[in-house]
T-cell receptor, first 113, second 111 residues
């Protein structure tokens, strides 16, 4: 059972480039979300989804797009990378409340130069 | 604007109980208390959660005060592998889908 899988694990981008962070889960979870974590800080919610075709913004959505075409996948797109987006990105999934223990992926380290 | 207050750091000797406090004085009646931990820079790991009653699982115990304004996570026999940042979370987003993290407590377990 792979759980939540994120790719790539490490990525270096130049300012202005675009890229997609991939996230897949094999637990048939309805809910999925993306967080970012800056050094010495807690996680901050970027976007989330409660099911295929449904997405919404979290605390820090600017500069990111998401889509949810299947239950399994929830990619995060950086439209035009900026140095301020250098961070560690975590994808997570869960079932709806009340059984919504959230499971996290291992993270994607992104550096924008 | 996290709704919890935790000490920045704590130390614990290996084999002893680690008691991690959390204040959440503005908690609403239907909000759960969740505890997660993050080892190094790995993805956060679920530990335990509760609403009113004390809870225990294979990892830890959660003690919630009767007025629900504070709670304590107890790791009964801390090991070196329990060194991590521990997050107490009572705030979820409007849809109940995601957690809102604070800065947590860095627990250092030493031999």
């Amino acid at each position: 059972n792979a759980g939540v899988t994120q790719t790539p694990k490490f990525q270096v981008l130049k300012t202005g480039q675009s890229m997609t962070l991939q996230c897949a889960q094999d637990m048939n979870h309805e809910y999925m979300s993306w967080y970012r974590q800056d050094p010495g800080m807690g996680l901050r919610l970027i976007h989330y989804s409660v099911g295929a075709g449904i997405t919404d913004q979290g605390e820090v959505p600017n500069g990111y797009n998401v889509s949810r075409s299947t239950t399994e996948d929830f990619p995060l797109r950086l439209l035009s990378a900026a140095p301020s987006q250098t961070s560690v990105y975590f994808c997570a999934s869960s079932r709806p409340p009340p059984r919504n223990t959230i499971y996290f992926g291992e993270g994607s380290w992104l550096t924008v130069v | 604007d996290a709704k919890t207050t935790q000490p920045t750091s704590m130390d614990c000797a290996e084999g002893r109980a680690a008691n991690l406090p959390c204040n959440h004085s503005t908690i609403s009646g239907n909000e759960y208390v969740y505890w997660y931990r993050q080892i190094h820079s790995q993805g956060p790991q679920y530990i335990i959660h509760g609403l009113k009653n004390n809870e225990t699982n294979e990892m830890a115990s959660l003690i919630i005060t009767e007025d629900r304004k504070s709670s304590t996570l107890i790791l009964p026999h801390a090991t070196l592998r329990d060194t991590a940042v521990y997050y107490c979370i009572v705030r979820v987003d409007q849809a109940g889908t995601a957690l809102i993290f604070g800065k947590g407590t860095t627990l250092s377990v030493s031999s």
